[in-house]
C-alpha cells in the first residue's frame, strides 16, 4: 500500500451519522426562508427553532433594522455614552471567540498582533515603537448594558464600517491621555462591540482607512461570558489603589542587615537577608557609563550634569463633568543616588532565579511613628485622583515631571538573569545557600525627597510588611 | 455562497468530514458530536467565508477547532493506545495503516490525513493549522519515516 491510497485503508461514516447529517443540513438550510423577515412571528419561530437545536451557538439579525442597535447621548458636560440597545433581543448562551484585525494599512504602517483569546488588542507601529492605532474586543453582557463613556470629547459622528453601525468621537488631550480618537463598532451577529482608538497624529484619511479594513473573524472558539471581557467589566472602575496597598516598617539605617522573604521565579519561597552598604549622590549620570538607559538621557542638560526637573500640580478633571486644573508648577534640582544592596540567601539550600524588587520610596514618620507616603509621591504615582478628601487637603491630586526624579521603580541594576529564562530582568541568577550577592541600583531623585528618602528591599503589595531602610540622611554629593 | 449550497458541499464532504475527525477523535460518538457542530457552526458563519472557491478547507478548519474543542472537554476520549483491544476487535476491523498512523503525534496525524487522504498542498495545510510550510513539511517526513518503521514492507515507497 501506498500513503496516496489511504483514503481506501481508513474506516468510512457509520450509515447512521450519514443520516445525522442529513437531517441537520436540512434544518440548517430551512432556516434560511425563515430569517429573510417576514415580521414579528417569523422571528419568534426562527428563536424557538434555534433552542430547539443542540447547537451553542444563535445568530442573531442585523442590519440597517437591525435588532442591536447604537446610540449615543451626552455625558456630562465634556463626555459622550455610547449605549449598546440590546433591548428586545435574546442573547446568545455562549460567546464566540472572534480575531480582529486591520487588513487595509495606510502608507507607512506596521502591523503587530497581541492579545490573548479573549481580549484582542492589535497594535499598528510607524516604526518609531510607539502604538498609533489599537482595537480592543468588548463583548455584550447577558443582561442589561452599561454605557460605554469616551471623555473629553470635542467632536463625533455617527457611521457605518462595511455593514455595521458605529460611532466616532474626536478627544482632546488631558493629563491623564492624550488627544486622539475612539471609535466603537458593534458586531450584534458575534455580540460585540470593538474600540478602536487612534493617537491623534492619525489622519481622518488614514483613520478611514484603518476602519474600512476593520475585520472580525470568528475562529470557531465558543466562550462562557465570565471568560470574555465584557461591556460590565470594561467599564469597572480601576481598582488600582485597592489592590496596591501596602504596610510599610521602618527596619534600620546603612549597615543594618533585615530579614525577609523572598521568592525564587518558580515561587518557591526563600529566607533572605538584605542590607544596604553604600549610597551616593552625583550630579550626572556619568558614574553608570555606557550603561545609561534611553530614556534617562533625556535628563541630562547641555552642561552634562542632571537638568533641573519641572513639576506640574494638576486637580485631575474626570474629563466628563469636570477638566483638569492647573494649580502650580516649581522647579527643583536631580541628582543620580546610587546604593549598593548585598543580598544574602538565608536558607541552607541552592536558589535559583531569585527576584529582588528594590524600591525607592518618599515616606513621612509623624510624630506619632505611623509610617505614610508623601502627598506628592501619592500624586505623582497618579494615586492621589483615588484618595478621597486628597485634594481637598492639599490642593491637587496629580502631579507631572519633565525628568524622571519622581520615579520609585527599579530604573538600573547591574545584576539580572539575561537568559530569558524568567519573565522579568530583576532575578539573581543563583545564589548557593548562605552565598552574598552584590546589586548596584541608581535612581534620578529630586533633591528635595532626600530627607524622606527610604530603600524597600523587598517591595511587594499584600501581605507582610515592605521593609524600609533609611538612607535620606546620609546622601552625599559626589562629581 | 448560499445555504443550499453550503448544504450540497457539506452533504458531498461528508465522509472527508469524518475521515479527519477519526483521525484526530478516535470514538464515533465524538465524531458525531464533531461534525454536528462544524454543520452547526459553518451555517450560522456562512458570512464569514470570503470567496466559496475556499469553502472546502473553511469547512475543514472548522471541523479541526471542532474537534480540538471536544479533547478541551474531555468527553468520551480514549487515547488509541489504551483502548481495550477486546473492544477494539469487536467494533471495526481498522486497517493496519490506520491503526499505525494513529500512533503519530496528533500534529502529524492531521498533516498526513489533509496531505495523503485529502489532497490538501503543504501551504493549505499550513494556513489550516496556523503554522509555517516547513513545520508542515518536517511532520510529513517524520510521519513517512515513522510509519515507514511501522509497517516495514508493508509500506510502498513513495515515487
Redesign the interface.
Known amino acids: 500500500?501506498?500513503?496516496?491510497d489511504?483514503?481506501d485503508?481508513?474506516?468510512?461514516?457509520?450509515e447512521s451519522?450519514?443520516v445525522?447529517?442529513?437531517d441537520?443540513?436540512?434544518n440548517?438550510?430551512g432556516?434560511?426562508d425563515l430569517q429573510t423577515g417576514r415580521g414579528r412571528r417569523s422571528r419568534k419561530k426562527m428563536i424557538v427553532l434555534a433552542a430547539a437545536?443542540?447547537?451553542?451557538?444563535v445568530?442573531i439579525t442585523v442590519g440597517a433594522n437591525g435588532l442591536v442597535r447604537l446610540k449615543e447621548k451626552k455625558a456630562g458636560s465634556y463626555g459622550r455614552a455610547t449605549i449598546v440597545d440590546t433591548a428586545g433581543t435574546k442573547a446568545p448562551s455562549v460567546l464566540q471567540d472572534v480575531d480582529i484585525s486591520f487588513d487595509r494599512l495606510p502608507d507607512g504602517y506596521a502591523y503587530q498582533k497581541q492579545g490573548g483569546q479573549t481580549f484582542r488588542n492589535e497594535v499598528l507601529k510607524d516604526g518609531s515603537d510607539s502604538n498609533l492605532a489599537a482595537a480592543y474586543a468588548i463583548y455584550l453582557d447577558k443582561d442589561g448594558s452599561t454605557d460605554l463613556i469616551t471623555a473629553n470629547v470635542t467632536s463625533g459622528r455617527k457611521l457605518t464600517v462595511g455593514d455595521h453601525e458605529a460611532v466616532i468621537y474626536q478627544r482632546g488631550a488631558s493629563i491623564s491621555q492624550g488627544a486622539g480618537t475612539e471609535a466603537y463598532v458593534i458586531y450584534p451577529?458575534y455580540w460585540l462591540a470593538v474600540q478602536v482608538q487612534t493617537r491623534g497624529d492619525v489622519s481622518e484619511e488614514e483613520l478611514s482607512t484603518l476602519l474600512n479594513g476593520l475585520t472580525v473573524?470568528?475562529?470557531?472558539?465558543?466562550m462562557q461570558y465570565g471568560d470574555a471581557v465584557t461591556l460590565s467589566q470594561w467599564t469597572m472602575k480601576d481598582a488600582s489603589l485597592a489592590s496596591g496597598q501596602r504596610t510599610f516598617r521602618l527596619a534600620g539605617t546603612i549597615g543594618d542587615t533585615v530579614s525577609f522573604t523572598g521568592s525564587m521565579q518558580d515561587g518557591t519561597d526563600v529566607p533572605m537577608e538584605a542590607a544596604v552598604t553604600e549610597v551616593h549622590a552625583y550630579d550626572s549620570l556619568d558614574v553608570l557609563g555606557d550603561s545609561v538607559p534611553d530614556e534617562w538621557k533625556n535628563d541630562v542638560g547641555a552642561d552634562g550634569k542632571l537638568a533641573d526637573n519641572t513639576l506640574t500640580y494638576y486637580i485631575a478633571g474626570d474629563g466628563i463633568n469636570t477638566q483638569d486644573q492647573l494649580v502650580k508648577t516649581e522647579t527643583v534640582k536631580q541628582k543620580l543616588v546610587c546604593a549598593t544592596v548585598e543580598f544574602t540567601n538565608a536558607s541552607d539550600e541552592d536558589a535559583a532565579n531569585v527576584n529582588f524588587v528594590t524600591e525607592l520610596r518618599r515616606i513621612l514618620v509623624n510624630s506619632d511613628q505611623t509610617l505614610e507616603e508623601k502627598p506628592e509621591a501619592l500624586a505623582s504615582q497618579d494615586l492621589g485622583a483615588y484618595i478621597k478628601g486628597f485634594a481637598d487637603k492639599y490642593g491637587y491630586d496629580t502631579i507631572r515631571s519633565t525628568g524622571h526624579g519622581t520615579e520609585y521603580e527599579m530604573g538600573w541594576f547591574d545584576v539580572s538573569q539575561k537568559d530569558g529564562s524568567t519573565d522579568g530582568s530583576n532575578y539573581i541568577p543563583h545564589m548557593s545557600a548562605g552565598e552574598t550577592v552584590t546589586v548596584h541600583f541608581a535612581w534620578i531623585v529630586d533633591e528635595s525627597d532626600f530627607p524622606n528618602l527610604y530603600l524597600n528591599v523587598n517591595s511587594h503589595v499584600g501581605e507582610g510588611d515592605n521593609l524600609l531602610i533609611g538612607i535620606g540622611s546620609v546622601l552625599n554629593t559626589e562629581g | 455562497m448560499?445555504?443550499?449550497q453550503?448544504?450540497e458541499l457539506?452533504?458531498e464532504s461528508?465522509?472527508s468530514l469524518?475521515?479527519v475527525a477519526?483521525t484526530i477523535l478516535i470514538g464515533?460518538a465524538d465524531?458525531?458530536d464533531a461534525?454536528?457542530?462544524t454543520?452547526?457552526?459553518a451555517?450560522?458563519?456562512l458570512?464569514?467565508l470570503k470567496n466559496d472557491r475556499y469553502a472546502r478547507t473553511w469547512l475543514i478548519?472548522?471541523l479541526i477547532?471542532?474537534c480540538r474543542?471536544i479533547q478541551r472537554r474531555g468527553a468520551r476520549i480514549v487515547p488509541f493506545d489504551e483502548v481495550p483491544e477486546r473492544e477494539f476487535h469487536r467494533k471495526?476491523n481498522?486497517?493496519?495503516?490506520?491503526k499505525a498512523?494513529m500512533t503519530l503525534p496528533e500534529e502529524q496525524r492531521i498533516a498526513?490525513?489533509l496531505y495523503?487522504?485529502e489532497g490538501y498542498t503543504v501551504r493549505e495545510i499550513a494556513s489550516m493549522e496556523g503554522t509555517t510550510q516547513s513545520a508542515v513539511k518536517n511532520r510529513l517526513l517524520r510521519a513517512?519515516r515513522t510509519?515507514k518503521t511501522l509497517l516495514g514492507d508493508?509500506?510502498?515507497d513513495?515515487e
Open positions: 500500500m501506498r500513503l496516496t489511504m483514503k485503508e481508513w474506516p468510512h461514516m457509520p451519522m450519514k445525522q447529517v442529513r441537520l443540513v436540512e440548517e438550510s432556516k434560511a437545536l443542540a447547537a451553542s451557538f445568530a451577529e473573524t470568528p475562529t470557531g472558539i465558543t | 448560499t445555504k443550499k453550503l448544504g457539506i452533504t461528508q465522509e469524518y475521515r477519526k464515533d465524531c458525531a461534525v454536528s457542530e454543520i452547526v457552526r451555517f450560522s458563519c458570512g464569514t478548519r472548522i477547532n471542532e474543542n471495526e481498522y486497517s493496519d495503516l490506520y498512523v498526513v490525513a495523503y487522504m513517512r510509519l508493508q509500506l510502498e513513495e
